[in-house]
Structure formats: C-alpha cells, structure tokens
C-alpha cells in the first residue's frame, strides 16, 4: 500500500474561530495586502455604484410624483375657480330674475311718489322695499340730460334740440335699472340730437 492510506484520513479544518482558543484564525492562504486592499475597493465600488443606480431611481419617481402632485394642485385649484365662479354667476342670475319681476311695483312706487300719493304707511313699504333692492345691487339710472348710449337706452321718441351738442335724454318715460353691471331693464327715453 502506498504512504498515503497508511497515515490515515486527512482532516482539513476550514472552520474560522479555532474550537480550542476561540480566536478567529486566518484563512491559510492570505491574498497579498494589496491585493486584499483592491478587491475591497472594488467591492465599494460596485456597490456604491448600485447605490448611486437605486439613488437616481428613486429621484427619477420622485421627480414623477411630485410633478403629479403639483398638476393634480393646479386642476384642483382652476376646479375650485371655476365652482366659485359659477355659483356666483348662479347667485346674480337669480338675483336679478327676482329683481326684473319686482320692477313694475318700484314702478307703480315711483309713479305714486311723482304724484305725491306716496304717504303713511304705503310710503314706508315703498321705501323699505326701494333700500331693499339697492342692498341688494339694484341701480336706478336714467335722468333727463344724460348723453344717449343705445347700450343703455331705448329711444322712444327722436327730435331736434338747439341746446344740445349731442344725443341727449330729455325725457325719461321708465328708468333704467342695473344689477352686478348688466342691465336688467334699458331706460325707455325721449332723445333730442343737435339741429
């Protein structure tokens, strides 16, 4: 038989913490220091070069997110706009339909005030339900004097006037009446244009 079976098995031990001392024990063959020293620093390298991957994805859907976010904000907002803008323009638009069916009793006010009928208490009722409808936007226009603007007037009547220098109400037959800056009613007018 040869030498080799004659001595026995051969027991390699590759454990690192030696059994008996319980220190760690060098693997026995040991990569030169510098050797050792570039492997680490590849190892670093590579997983620093992961690391940067991970980072800059994680920017990237950051980046995604937060731009979602802001257009989301932004619709949002021009939404909330847009609701507000409409219920006001829902507020004024009944507003003044309510308004235009209470004109023909500030009318009927008008004309008792014009022939001093207006007294006792018919003339406070007239007169809270006048202030009511100014608190509430309603404005009277058109006087005798006032320059003509067909956006605002119906001319009723035409004639010629040597004391004027342009189109001029000289009679107002039915006042004018504006709410939130649209007219709810044109003044019904009698107008006079230079000779």
Do not use: W
Not at 16 to 44: Q, S
Not at 86 to 100: H, K
Not at 114 to 141: K, N, P, S
């Amino acid at each position: 038989m040869s030498d080799e079976h004659e001595a026995g098995p051969v027991v390699r031990d590759k454990r690192r913490i030696d059994p008996l001392t319980g220190e760690v024990r060098e693997p026995a063959t040991m990569p030169a220091p510098e050797a050792r020293l570039a492997a680490e620093v590849a190892e670093e390298d590579f997983v620093a070069g992961q690391i940067d991957g991970e980072i800059q994805a994680v920017l990237r859907q950051l980046e995604e997110r937060t731009s979602d976010v802001q257009r989301l904000q932004a619709e949002y907002s021009n939404y909330r706009k847009r609701v507000e803008r409409d219920r006001e323009l829902v507020r004024d638009t009944a507003v003044a339909g309510v308004l235009t069916e209470l004109l023909p009793v500030l009318d009927d006010v008008g004309r008792a005030r014009e022939h001093g009928e207006l007294d006792g208490a018919f003339r406070a009722v007239g007169e809270a339900l006048e202030a009511t409808v100014a608190r509430l936007g309603l404005e009277r226009y058109g006087e005798p004097g006032d320059p003509f603007d067909p956006a605002v007037h119906e001319a009723l009547t035409h004639e010629h006037a040597d004391d004027v220098a342009v189109a001029t109400c000289v009679t107002v037959f039915q006042p004018g009446y504006r709410h939130a800056g649209r007219v709810v009613r044109p003044a019904r007018v009698g107008v006079a244009e230079p000779s």
